[in-house]
């Protein structure tokens, strides 16, 4: 049954990658690799503004909290644009952060006062831009879509740039602890 069944389906998909081939609907399928990079694009970015969401209610720290409005900001016209591109290569995104991510999530939710605000500079602000800089630096050079590889040359410097803005936080956070409660210093 199996083997009169398959060919059908064949035949039915191909003729109808044809006639949307030939409408341009269909674009040719994107390397394993660039698939991976758009998908782990769209957790990193869904993460940095879950963490910065809660940052700019529960920080005490006004840079970090500015830090924080930024990067909802930024990260959520990147992932805009990410979608489009997705849905343009035929890529179906994620629509949450991976599992470690999540878990890395609650726990900065855990925390309050100042030490948020350093378990925030340091988790979302360096360690996920640390890491998503590197994967955008391997896409930029490495990806085998023109368009992939140029969104992520791109993206790439406003990243640099967050990492750049997110080590001066933290190290504002390390130092001053609760800009607006002293007695929530960092001991």
Do not use: C
């Amino acid at each position: 049954m199996i083997t009169r069944i398959a060919p059908r389906l064949a035949f039915a998909a191909l003729a109808a990658l044809s006639v949307l081939g030939a409408a341009g609907a269909v674009a040719a399928p994107l390397a394993s690799g660039d698939a991976a990079f758009l998908k782990q694009a769209a957790q990193a970015s869904l993460a940095e503004v879950e963490g910065s969401k809660l940052a700019v209610d529960k920080a005490v720290n006004t840079q970090v909290k500015g830090f924080a409005q930024q990067m909802v900001d930024d990260h959520m016209k990147a992932h805009d644009a990410l979608r489009k591109l997705a849905s343009s290569k035929g890529v179906e995104l994620p629509a949450e952060p991976s599992v470690a991510q999540k878990a890395k999530l609650r726990l900065l939710a855990s925390s309050d006062g100042a030490g948020f605000d350093r378990r925030y500079a340091d988790s979302i602000g360096v360690a996920a831009h640390e890491d998503t800089v590197r994967l955008f630096q391997k896409a930029a050079t490495g990806a085998s879509d023109a368009d992939v590889k140029a969104w992520a040359a791109t993206t790439l410097p406003t990243l640099q740039h967050h990492l750049e803005m997110a080590r001066e936080m933290k190290s504002v956070a390390a130092k001053e602890g609760n800009a607006k409660a002293p007695h929530d210093r960092k001991q």
